[in-house]
């Protein structure tokens, strides 16, 4: 079946899902966008409701689909899984949310897809892993959302206690979507300024001290959105939005997903979040910066903590 490159399929209707469709349908990327759960009232519910603001957004068809709709995607979504609850770490999912994992992916390699699969259910490294395991794809088509989120959020904290633009800041987070990821903070700077040079002129905090709390109010934004709210969703729908838009328009973009890596930082047989160049058929390279010794040891026990977690997957 011949591929349509603007058609994406999501697997999984709950927040996630429908925040990540809500802003897709108003942004003109796809033309189709088809949305796949085992809970057939719940699609129905949500497409008939994304449906009635049509005649407000560029055209576009979204409908309650099958998994024969993975068959002519350039995207599937995953976002299917059960849920973090307060107090819950993500790590603590895993063996569930990697059993929903093995059999979506049962269903999506049944089509004999030709599509990039985006893995967003968490804990997210060690399932895309898994979904890597089960499809019948190159390594560069089977991606996680990683620490695009992170990043983001890592960006927006540094905008604030710099008074800069959010989109003028340049950082990002890599490892694991989780409690070992490492700030690189030798990759971040301000208008092409290193961050540590930035401060220095800025003389508005001690650098150490509040680059410190910045990196770890970044780790625990979700737990304390999951706390104030049961879940998050609009801020990874909105990463999900960025990362489509890479491989629909094909922007050569660099962004943090996850991936599979044979060797590259030194680490091998393992997916986590690293600088990647993201095109129209996923993962295009992975971009090998140089890290600071002490980030180089923090990513290096990032994937460690990632490769014994996916040791108690049973596969």
Known sequence: MKRNDRKVAVVGAGSVGASYIYALLQTGLASEIA?????????????????????????????????????DAHLVVVTA?????????????????????????GQIQDQNPTAVALMV????????????????????????????????????????????????VHAYILGEHGDSEVPAWSMTHIAGIPIRKYCETCHAC?????????????RNSAYHIID??????????????????????????????????????????ICLSVPC?????GVERIVEARLEAEEQEQLERSAHVLRQVFEQVSL
């Open 35 to 71: 949305l796949i759960d085992l809970d057939a009232q719940r699609v129905e519910g949500e497409v008939m409701d994304l449906s009635h603001g049509l005649p407000f957004i560029p055209p576009v068809s979204v409908k309650a689909g099958t998994y024969a709709d993975c068959a």
């Open 228 to 269: 104030y709210k049961g879940s998050t969703y609009y801020g990874i729908g909105l990463s999900l939005l960025r990362i489509t838009a890479a491989i629909l328009r094909n922007e050569r973009s660099v962004l943090t997903v996850s991936t599979y890596l044979k060797g590259e930082y030194d680490l091998k047989d």
């Open 277 to 281: 160049i993201v095109g129209a058929e």
């Open 206 to 218: 001690d650098y150490a001290t509040h680059h410190r709390e910045i990196a770890e109010q970044v």
């Open 81 to 105: 899984g059960a849920k973090q609850i307060p107090g819950q770490s993500r790590t603590e999912l895993i063996q569930k949310n990697a059993d929903i994992i093995k059999s979506i992916c």
């Open 121 to 168: 259910t968490n804990p997210v490294d060690t399932l895309t892993q898994v979904a890597l395991r089960r499809l019948s794809l190159p390594r560069t088509k089977v991606i996680g959302s990683g620490a695009v989120l992170d990043s983001a959020r890592f960006k927006y904290l540094l905008s604030r206690h710099c008074g800069i633009d959010a989109r003028n």
